[in-house]
């Protein structure tokens, strides 16, 4: 294992931890014929945790779509079960910072910045205060 990540994931009021753990890419054993580099997965918590393989046409490329894939099978877990999962959330802060000085100013402490009144960020992209490439890059990132 190389990276391991806790995540949090909310269902009617309860949360638990899901853990994301990513291995090594590892070398394809017939790289002649072809075979890619693969990233090993384990998302333990929610689902059956079994290691999944993610291929790619390189090591790195294993690593991202292996993060890519461990950001889009939580979503889609927790969206199938009605929860909501949290991963890489109190990063955005430090990455947003901008966003997170607007989000400040927020009427709701548990503003999602999507449909909330009083929500300061919106308020300021509207404005042209907060650039609207960063707020989507924010929400992408969100989830």
């Given amino acids: 294992m190389i990276a391991e990540r806790q995540a949090t994931f909310e269902l009617d009021h309860r949360s638990h931890v899901v853990y994301l753990r990513f291995g090594k890419p590892v070398y394809p054993p017939?790289?002649?014929?072809?075979?890619?580099?693969?990233c090993p997965l384990?998302?333990?918590?929610?689902?059956?945790?079994?290691i999944r393989p993610i291929a790619g046409e390189d090591s790195l490329q294993a690593l991202l779509l292996a993060l890519r894939f461990a950001r889009d099978h939580l979503q889609a877990e927790a969206e199938r079960l009605g929860?909501?999962?949290?991963?890489?959330?109190?990063d955005l802060d430090a990455v947003f910072p901008d966003v997170q000085e607007?989000?400040?100013?927020?009427?709701?402490?548990?503003?999602r910045h999507d449909a909330e009144p009083g929500c300061a960020v919106r308020a300021a992209v509207e404005l042209g205060k907060l650039r609207g490439e960063r707020w989507e890059a924010f929400r992408r990132l969100r989830g």
């Fill in 30 to 38: 017939n790289p002649a014929e072809g075979d890619p580099w693969w």
């Fill in 83 to 90: 929860g909501r999962v949290y991963w890489i959330t109190e």
């Fill in 42 to 50: 384990q998302v333990e918590g929610l689902g059956s945790g079994e």
């Fill in 102 to 111: 607007w989000a400040l100013a927020c009427r709701f402490r548990d503003c």
